[in-house]
């Protein structure tokens, strides 16, 4: 299935490069370079990925961003000097967070990615503020039942990523990662890795707004 995408970008010039580099992934792009007329196309035309360019879209306009992330899933290209800053962009909905100087294989790999889980991805630099954001509102009939390494995998569970891809990420094998999971899966009562996902999401364990994880319209 062809993703739609709309690309939010002030510089026609970038846009229509960003344009023509997803084309060639199989996905059909339209290009909005005013905030008004994103937000507006958006609403209109329920695209399955927004990308939100710097300046058009930023942290420091976290409203407008807001306003953007409510109508889809969003990803946000931000200056490498501001990739700190995601959590400020992820907090109120954006599902994720590149800096724009990645790679197309990177930018064509999370978008594919966000648009088939509930993944939230953020730079590295922005771990650790999102997971003591996501600990902070876990209910407290769950806060604790995680360890902080279960919760590292469950967050990587959202990304998608399979149990070679995490014990890479996490530097252990993937035996130890298959146990992790299986600790998870018990102690959230859940049957498979999606319903675990689901049910984090759903219970705030890894809620970063209300709504945060429903399917984009």
Same mark, same amino acid.
């Given at each position: 299935?062809?993703?739609?995408?709309?690309?939010?970008?002030?510089?026609?010039?970038?846009?229509?490069?960003?344009? *023509?580099?997803?084309?060639?992934?199989?996905?059909?792009?339209?290009?909005? $370079?005013?905030?008004?007329?994103?937000? /507006?196309?958006?609403?209109?035309?329920?695209?399955?990925?927004?990308?939100?360019?710097?300046?058009?879209?930023?942290?420091?306009?976290?409203?407008?961003?807001?306003?953007?992330?409510?109508?889809? %899933?969003?990803?946000?290209?931000?200056?490498?000097?501001?990739?700190?800053? *995601?959590?400020?962009?992820?907090?109120?909905?954006?599902? *994720?967070?590149?800096?724009?100087?990645?790679?197309?294989?990177?930018?064509?790999?999370?978008?594919?990615?966000?648009?088939?889980?509930?993944?939230?991805?953020?730079?590295?630099?922005?771990?650790?503020?999102?997971?003591?954001?996501?600990?902070?509102? *876990?209910? %407290?009939?769950?806060?604790?039942?995680?360890?902080?390494?279960?919760?590292?995998?469950?967050?990587?569970?959202?990304?998608?990523?399979?149990?070679?891809?995490?014990?890479?990420?996490?530097?252990?094998?993937?035996? $130890?990662?298959?146990?992790?999971?299986?600790?998870?899966?018990?102690?959230?009562?859940?049957?498979?890795?999606?319903? /675990?996902?689901?049910?984090?999401?759903?219970?705030?364990?890894?809620?970063i707004c209300p709504g945060y994880g429903?399917?984009?319209?």
């Amino acid at each position: 299935m062809t993703t739609r995408v709309l690309v939010c970008c002030d510089r026609v010039i970038l846009g229509e490069g960003i344009r *023509a580099l997803l084309e060639r992934h199989d996905m059909k792009v339209q290009v909005e $370079t005013t905030q008004r007329g994103s937000l /507006a196309t958006a609403a209109e035309t329920g695209p399955d990925i927004l990308v939100g360019v710097a300046p058009l879209f930023t942290m420091d306009s976290i409203d407008k961003l807001t306003e953007l992330a409510r109508l889809g %899933k969003t990803l946000l290209l931000t200056k490498p000097e501001n990739t700190h800053r *995601a959590f400020e962009a992820l907090r109120v909905g954006v599902r *994720a967070v590149l800096s724009a100087e990645t790679s197309v294989e990177e930018l064509v790999h999370v978008i594919r990615t966000i648009t088939e889980v509930n993944a939230i991805i953020a730079p590295e630099e922005a771990q650790e503020a999102l997971t003591r954001y996501w600990r902070s509102k *876990a209910p %407290k009939n769950l806060r604790p039942e995680l360890t902080p390494r279960e919760t590292e995998v469950l967050l990587l569970l959202t990304q998608g990523k399979t149990n070679t891809e995490m014990a890479a990420t996490l530097s252990v094998s993937p035996t $130890t990662v298959r146990s992790h999971v299986h600790r998870i899966l018990r102690k959230l009562g859940a049957a498979t890795r999606a319903q /675990a996902v689901a049910i984090a999401y759903e219970s705030g364990l890894l809620g970063i707004c209300p709504g945060y994880g429903t399917p984009a319209r």
